[in-house]
């Protein structure tokens, strides 16, 4: 009986023992020192983070305008096209045939507005000259002068409508063929040759054109940061696919107008790109970053030796091996460092806090 509680004690001591080792090796393993760092000179740039994707604002969406069966289709997916270039035919017979009619009509009329100038001006030497008949009287040759005036407008209205009929026919031919509105490049084909197009059919689009040298960032800014955001000012893209990739762009509008995503208001903004960059696609997803405000060359400070309030920011320097509290004047901060505008100079050092450490640092 005495053995067993000899062990008992025993055991319950090791426990002890172990327990107060653990404690003191945690103890001593959180106890981490801070670090110190040089003030340096450097610049520091205040940004505002867009989210979106590129875009190709400027895409056609081409169509026949008329049914039938596609003659032709005159280019590949990918291929680069220029303005006023023809795409794509339907077979158009009864088309063709009645721009074919509608012109012989003009010409008709053109001579029969000819016929009918000449039949009034007959009509005018006739009444200058008294008649070429017996017993012509002058209230009958100004008859005639109205009859040959009337039938003469008659003839050139008629020539109008003749026109208006050709220029009708000639647009309905049009609606047969594709033509590109600009320069660009072929990004799909929906259709084939001998392929029918129904009426039904005429709303889906037959060959989308993409202009690639105009491209933008469409993105959304935070409620938070809009109102610092301004058109003209400059920002920097970096792209998923292009990881190497930094694109100088500049801030071309922000919406007045609010969207709810996920909760969240954030307002529409459209940056446009400088330069020409390769291999670039419409949709990849951007960020970007705007510059607010940028300093160069400034005093810094890493934000988390930063102690005390906003209106009465303090650091800690170590001089001498001492350390010593000292009041700042603060500047611009990109939300790492902060520009430091007295109270420090070059190559001063500052304690910055260790990770974990209580602090009254007001950027935390």
Same mark, same amino acid.
Not at 135 to 159: C, I, Y
């Given at each position: 009986?005495?053995?067993?509680? %000899?062990?008992?004690?025993?055991?319950?001591?090791?426990?002890?023992?172990?327990?107060?080792?653990?404690?003191? %090796?945690? +103890?001593? +393993? #959180?106890?981490?020192?801070?670090?110190?760092?040089?003030?340096? @000179?450097?610049?520091?740039?205040?940004?505002?983070?867009?989210?979106?994707?590129?875009?190709?604002?400027?895409?056609?969406?081409?169509?026949?305008?008329?049914?039938?069966?596609?003659?032709?289709?005159?280019?590949?997916?990918?291929?680069?096209?220029?303005?006023?270039?023809?795409?794509?035919?339907?077979?158009?017979? #009864?088309?063709?045939?009645?721009?074919?009619?509608?012109?012989?009509?003009?010409?008709?009329?053109?001579?029969?507005?000819?016929?009918?100038?000449?039949?009034?001006?007959?009509?005018?030497?006739?009444?200058?000259?008294?008649?070429?008949?017996?017993?012509?009287?002058?209230?009958?040759?100004?008859?005639?002068?109205?009859?040959?005036?009337?039938?003469?407008?008659?003839?050139?209205?008629?020539?109008?409508?003749?026109? =208006?009929?050709?220029?009708?026919?000639?647009?309905?031919?049009?609606?047969?063929?594709?033509?590109?509105?600009?320069?660009?490049?072929?990004?799909?084909?929906?259709?084939?040759?001998?392929?029918?197009?129904?009426?039904?059919?005429?709303?889906?689009?037959?060959?989308?054109?993409?202009?690639?040298?105009?491209?933008?960032?469409?993105?959304?800014?935070?409620?938070?940061?809009?109102?610092?955001?301004?058109?003209?000012?400059?920002?920097?893209?970096?792209?998923?696919?292009?990881?190497?990739?930094? =694109?100088?762009?500049?801030?071309?509008?922000?919406?007045?107008?609010?969207?709810? @995503?996920?909760?969240?208001? #954030?307002?529409?903004?459209?940056?446009?790109?400088?330069?020409?960059?390769?291999?670039?696609?419409?949709?990849?997803?951007?960020?970007?970053?705007?510059?607010?405000? @940028?300093?160069?060359?400034?005093?810094?400070?890493?934000? @988390?030796?930063?102690?005390?309030?906003?209106?009465?920011?303090?650091?800690?320097?170590?001089?001498? +091996?001492?350390?010593?509290?000292?009041?700042?004047?603060?500047? =611009?901060?990109?939300?790492?460092?902060?520009?430091?505008?007295?109270? =420090?100079?070059?190559?001063?050092?500052?304690?910055?806090?260790?990770?974990?450490?209580?602090? %009254?640092?007001?950027?935390?």
């Amino acid at each position: 009986m005495k053995k067993r509680r %000899t062990l008992i004690i025993v055991i319950c001591l090791v426990c002890i023992g172990i327990v107060l080792g653990i404690v003191f %090796t945690r +103890g001593r +393993g #959180s106890e981490v020192t801070p670090t110190v760092v040089e003030v340096t @000179r450097g610049n520091i740039v205040k940004t505002v983070f867009v989210d979106g994707n590129l875009e190709m604002p400027n895409k056609a969406y081409l169509s026949f305008g008329v049914t039938g069966t596609v003659t032709e289709v005159l280019v590949d997916e990918g291929n680069n096209v220029t303005r006023d270039q023809v795409l794509a035919r339907l077979d158009a017979p #009864s088309l063709e045939s009645s721009v074919e009619m509608a012109e012989l009509q003009v010409k008709i009329a053109r001579e029969q507005v000819k016929a009918a100038l000449a039949q009034y001006e007959i009509a005018l030497i006739n009444l200058d000259e008294g008649g070429m008949l017996p017993g012509d009287s002058e209230e009958v040759l100004e008859l005639r002068v109205e009859m040959a005036k009337a039938s003469w407008e008659t003839a050139k209205l008629n020539l109008k409508i003749a026109e =208006l009929n050709l220029e009708s026919a000639e647009l309905s031919l049009d609606k047969a063929v594709i033509v590109a509105p600009f320069d660009g490049v072929v990004a799909d084909i929906t259709i084939n040759e001998g392929k029918e197009i129904t009426a039904a059919a005429l709303a889906a689009p037959a060959i989308t054109l993409v202009d690639t040298s105009e491209i933008q960032m469409r993105g959304f800014v935070d409620e938070i940061d809009v109102a610092m955001v301004r058109v003209g000012q400059a920002a920097n893209i970096t792209l998923d696919a292009l990881s190497d990739e930094v =694109l100088e762009g500049r801030v071309a509008f922000v919406s007045p107008t609010g969207t709810a @995503r996920v909760g969240v208001v #954030s307002y529409d903004t459209t940056i446009t790109l400088e330069g020409p960059v390769a291999n670039l696609k419409d949709g990849m997803t951007a960020i970007a970053e705007v510059v607010i405000e @940028r300093r160069d060359d400034v005093l810094a400070i890493p934000n @988390r030796a930063i102690r005390g309030t906003s209106a009465n920011p303090k650091v800690i320097v170590l001089v001498d +091996g001492q350390e010593e509290e000292r009041e700042i004047t603060l500047g =611009l901060s990109d939300g790492i460092n902060t520009e430091v505008l007295s109270g =420090l100079e070059e190559g001063d050092k500052v304690v910055v806090p260790a990770s974990g450490r209580s602090s %009254t640092n007001f950027f935390t």
